[in-house]
Structure formats: C-alpha cells, structure tokens
C-alpha cells in the first residue's frame, strides 16, 4: 500500500489545537498561515474593513478571488480597527489565547500600534510571533518597501539567471514571485521548530524571516563561485531541446544517464570519445554533445522522444503549460487538488505537496467571507458589541 492510499481518510491534523492569528497580507504571509490551517491550526485572518488586497486579484467570480482563496482557504474571518483602542484590546485578549502570530508589515509598523512581540509576549509568554519582511526585522535596509520583484533584484537570483541566457544582456521579467513563496515556506518550517522547541522550554519566541535571504538560498551554487576569483569551469547548461513539434527538457546527471542517452541517439562511440567520455570532458565540450542530442531530437515528435527517453531511463519532460501539468494523471493519483467553496462556487487549489501516513494534511473546504467570524470571536473575548462588522452577508454570517 502506497502512501498516498494509507492517507486516505486520515482525520488526524498535526497541528490541531493551535491557534494562529493572521496579520499578514499579500502572499508570503498567507501562504505561511495557509500551510498552518492546512495541518489543522485555527487561524483566524484579521483584516480591516475593506478586506486586504487580494480579495480584488482575478480570477473573480462574483466578485470572489480565486488567488485570495488560493491563500487563506480554511481561515476564519475577522474585521478589527488596529488603530483603534477597541481593535488593539480585541487583540490582545486574542493574543491571549494564541500560539502563533504571524505579520509581513515594513519592520516599525507593528511596534507603533504597541502590537510588537516585546508588548504582546507579557500576555502571553509561550507566543509564538512570526514577522515576515523584506530585509529582516534590524539593519541599514529593515524598512525599506519591498515586494517579490524588488528581492528579486535584490538577492542577483534575476543576474543569476540571466548569466544562462547565452547572447543576453538585459535582466528578463519574472512574473512569478519565487520569494513569496519560498519565504512563507521558510516561516513555516521555522514556526514549526520553534513550536518544538516550546515544548522543551515552555517559552514562545520572535522568528524574524528575511525575504532577501530566503531568495539567496535559491543561489547555491552562485553564492559559492561569487565568493572566489578563479572563474568556475562550464557546468551543463539544461535548457530546450527542439523536437519536431516542440521541445523537451533532458537532464543528464550520472554516467548511467549519459550512457543511456548515448544509446537512444545512436551514438554509442561517444561513451568512449575523448570530448565526452568524463563529466569533466561533457562540461567543456557541452554545446556539442547537446547539438548532436538535437540533430536526432528534431526527426521525431516530442512524444516519441519522450518515450524512447523514458525506455532508457533517461529523465525528460515535455514543457508544458500549468493547465496541462494539473492534467497529469499523477495529480490525480496524489490527490494533489482540492475544491473550495467561496461565494462565487466552487474552484480548485493545490494541496501542500507532501503526505504523512498518520496526518492529514488537506486543506479547508470553504472560504470565509470578509467578517465572517468577527462577531463570533469578539464574544469569546469578552467584547460582545462595540465594534461594528461588515454590512451586508458577512455581518449576516458573523
């Protein structure tokens, strides 16, 4: 029996019992709480009135985002006024009963409204507090503004990148903010330590997550070779192979691999020729072995290579588009999508990409309207009326 089948119904959720309170806005930090919820923490989204931003980010359908569901699917929903003295007491007490709090406000936002983990922590001394930025919490750089295209920049991963772009001397665009998401990533994981910890302890602490840092450890090999003089030798270079109606990606990493590919193309007087017969040889003389990979890639269609390829157990792909990934029947197999319900229908978002055979790990079905729950937790605080939820459905809800 395969993992993915011992996990079926599963209703045992890692971090049940938790509660988290949500500040944080865009991706980043909801991508951090959603992987929360996901293993079972109540987390509880704290917006202002109008709702945070990406509730107006398409896919709308009803005037309902996908993307927001995307991020906050299973989170409850609750509107306060942090600049006010209702709204700050309101937290408070919520930061009483919690165990982790996570913001990605500019460093200084949040020590102004007196909400900074130094004013919470006599409240509640096992807080977990979760602060999320561009630069880090200190330092010449903590306040400057920063988004995922600006760390981008910022880390060299965009003149990294650019380095493999033969003939190239302008920086491409990247319209998908790897440092959102790597770095929601890295407060995960870093919560779930200091979650750990307090066991052993008994004390919460401030985890301080730093954007730019978390993008240059996509840079590994990059951030070595910068640190030296001596020009590193030419690596392989993986990029497009052209078929005859497309292009493949084939990586080749092993002697077994190579002498594979070597076999599929029919040439295997190349296993013993000078020019690639080590792996010191292939990196210099690389251009060439991959022209000769094309000149037999080019006279079939890009599922016959990928099917001789995957014969010799040589790893390839086809390029394909995110719509025909998700049609991958290993998708399917893995259970790896989810349906949410929100007030515009129903709409799929990924799971998190890992099982556990005694955890479930998928996440919550519906998707909370704005306010939903604010009436709800401010009675359980304490602060039944005084404050004043959205019209309309929510407050209905609320």
């Known amino acids: 029996m395969q993992l993915a089948d011992e996990h079926e119904g599963t209703t045992t959720k890692a971090f049940a019992g938790l509660r988290v309170l949500d ?14 919820a996901d293993m079972g923490a109540e987390v509880i989204k704290i917006e202002t ?35 006010s003295e209702d709204g700050k007491e309101a ?11 996570v913001e990605n406000f500019r460093p200084g936002v949040m020590r102004r409204l007196r909400l900074d983990y130094d004013a919470l ?3 509640n001394p096992k807080l977990i507090y979760c602060s999320i930025s561009g630069y880090g919490q200190t330092g010449p750089s903590a306040e400057l503004p920063a988004y995922a295209p600006v760390i981008h920049a910022a880390s060299g991963y965009d003149m990294a990148h650019l380095a493999y772009q033969p003939g190239r001397n302008r920086p491409d665009y990247c319209g998908i903010y790897h440092a959102d998401v790597v770095t929601g990533t890295y407060g995960f994981g870093a919560i779930a330590s200091a979650l750990y910890q307090r066991t052993v302890t008994g004390r919460g ?25 001596v020009k590193p030798p030419p690596r392989p270079m993986f990029g497009p192979t052209e078929t005859a109606n497309g292009y493949v990606m084939i990586t080749v990493a092993s002697e077994k691999t190579f002498q594979g590919l070597m076999g599929v193309i029919g040439r295997p007087d190349w296993i013993s020729d000078a020019r690639f017969s080590t792996y010191a040889a292939r990196r210099e003389n690389w251009a060439d072995l991959m022209d000769g990979v094309e000149a037999w890639s080019r006279q079939l269609s890009t599922d016959a290579c990928l099917a001789a390829l995957g014969a010799a157990g040589v790893p390839a792909s086809a390029y394909r588009t ?46 909370a309207v704005l306010g939903e ?8 605080i304490g602060l039944a009326g005084g404050a004043s939820v959205p019209s309309g459905k929510a407050a209905a809800q609320g």
Not at 91 to 101: F, Q
Not at 373 to 380: G, Q, V
């Open 49 to 83: 009135e109008g709702g945070e931003t990406m509730r107006t980010r398409p896919p709308l359908r009803k005037g309902c985002s996908t993307v927001f569901g995307q991020l906050n699917a299973g989170k409850k929903s609750v509107v306060l006024d942090l600049k």
């Open 373 to 380: 729950h604010t009436r709800e937790l401010r009675e359980e």
């Open 23 to 36: 500040f944080s806005t865009t991706i980043a930090g909801p991508h951090c709480a959603r992987m929360l």
């Open 322 to 367: 995110v719509s025909e990934a998700l049609r991958d029947p290993q998708l399917a197999h893995r259970q790896a999508l989810s349906a949410v319900e929100d007030e515009g229908g129903s709409f799929q978002i990924l799971n998190l990409p890992f099982r556990m055979s005694d955890a479930d790990t998928t996440p919550g079905k519906a998707m």
């Open 205 to 229: 602490q401030h985890v301080d997550v730093s954007m730019l840092e978390s993008m240059l450890t996509l840079t590994l090999i990059e951030l070595q070779s910068s640190q030296f003089a």
């Open 121 to 123: 922590r006599p409240l």
């Open 91 to 101: 937290v408070r007490r919520l930061v009483a009963t919690a165990d982790i709090l």
